[in-house]
């Protein structure tokens, strides 16, 4: 064997480049990752401390938002604002689903029966486009707060001619009811 033939100084430098290469090894499969994710973990601990003193500011700028959110929904606009914003908003909603849209402005006021003292407002709107598109409108429609509720409506396909059924299009009447304040 080739180690009995070593004299007893090349045994040691052999054994001690053995030892070097072997910490070379550990340190590039293991010591390098833990040390890695100590100064991570050393480095998170630093920001949390940091950002503990910004969520004193965050409550207060919480608090303001809440306060101002308060401010603007009892904030009275002009009807003629309110229709223009609900015009932008369903037809923002609209482009978005790649949905045609056309708008009735005639708006029918009626009183609330219980007495109350607001009014109930219906406006009209007709989109036209392919079933899915419309749906996820509908959807959309359904899940925003800032267009009222949907009061009535109607899908048809307009009838054109017996043998004209290249257009695919759909049409969608939709009423939209809201409370007047």
Known sequence: MMWNRLNEQ??????????????????????????????????????QVDMQGEDSAFLQVNKKYHFYTE??????????????????????????????????????????????????????????GNYFNLVKLLDTLSKSTQTGHIGKLYIYQPKTGITETKNKDLTLQLDLKMLDK
């Not at 030892?19 to 890695?36: L, P, Q």
């Open 10 to 47: 090349q045994k040691n430098w052999g054994f001690g480049a053995a030892i070097v290469v072997t910490f070379i090894i550990a340190y590039h499969f293991s010591f390098k990752h833990t040390i890695a994710a100590y100064r991570l973990n050393h480095k998170l601990k630093k920001e």
């Open 71 to 128: 401010v603007v929904k009892s904030y009275q606009v002009k009807k003629e604002d309110r229709d223009n914003r609900l015009w932008q908003a369903v037809s923002g909603m609209a482009v978005n689903k790649n949905v045609k849209i056309s708008y009735t402005p005639q708006t029918a006021e009626l009183t609330d029966t219980a007495g109350l003292a607001k009014e109930i407002s219906t406006q009209q709107f007709t989109f036209k």
